[in-house]
């Protein structure tokens, strides 16, 4: 019989995909606006009606690493996969000494021909409860880890627009290795830092009342 493994499952987010906000002529900033953004230049400002389109840029691979909620839940992901496996070990220690119970009836003489076969029928059916159980755990950390995921990608779209708003940001672009929405980004235009120091400072107060809430 063979032992069933579960591989560790571990979540990896990466923050994709385009972020634009739409606002009309007069709520664009004037080119002597200084912004919410502190250490940053002007914004490109390149548009023949006259607007002043203000783009960032956004490291995802950096928010993968940096963000405090994803790391809370990596670990939380990696706690789940340890149950899991934990539960699969005790169904198949269990399932192993009563395989071995009954190979060593029905090679013992003493079983009949109708009992080996019970036997036979027996041990095809721990070999199934196994596998079931396996595809159980895993479905379940499967799901657990989908709904994270969208849990993040909420979470980042949320605080984006809010961003985008208290700064007079129109465009944020994703810049990472695991999928660029621009090819480039200058140093003026990073937002990484920022974005990563709101995220923590959101999350850090959310996980103080949720302590305090307890």
Do not use: H
Not at 16 to 23: D, N, P, S
Not at 71 to 82: C, V
Request: glycine letters at 8%; hydrophobic letters at 35%.
């Amino acid at each position: 019989m063979q032992k069933i493994s579960l591989a560790i499952s571990i979540l990896s987010i990466v923050l994709c995909g385009v972020l634009f906000f739409t606002r009309d002529n007069n709520d664009n900033p004037s080119n002597d606006d200084n912004g919410a953004l502190s250490n940053t230049a002007t914004f490109i400002n390149a548009d023949s009606t006259g607007s002043s389109p203000r783009i960032a840029f956004v490291k995802g691979d950096s928010i993968n690493q940096s963000y405090q909620f994803i790391i809370d839940k990596q670990q939380e992901l990696i706690s789940s996969s340890k149950i899991s496996e934990g539960r699969l070990k005790s169904r198949l220690t269990g399932a192993e000494k009563e395989y071995q119970e009954l190979v060593q009836y029905a090679q013992s003489g003493q079983a009949s021909e109708e009992e080996m076969q019970i036997a036979q029928n027996r041990i095809m059916e721990l070999q199934y409860e196994l596998q079931q159980a396996e595809t159980a755990e895993q479905n379940r950390l499967l799901q657990q880890e989908q709904g994270i995921q969208v849990e993040i990608v909420g979470r980042l779209d949320a605080f984006l627009k809010k961003f985008a708003a208290e700064n007079n940001i129109d465009i944020i672009l994703n810049w990472g290795i695991s999928g660029e929405g621009i090819l480039y980004g200058s140093q003026p235009f990073d937002i990484t830092s920022a974005v990563i120091d709101g995220l923590n400072t959101e999350y850090a107060i959310e996980k103080m009342g949720n302590e305090g809430a307890k």
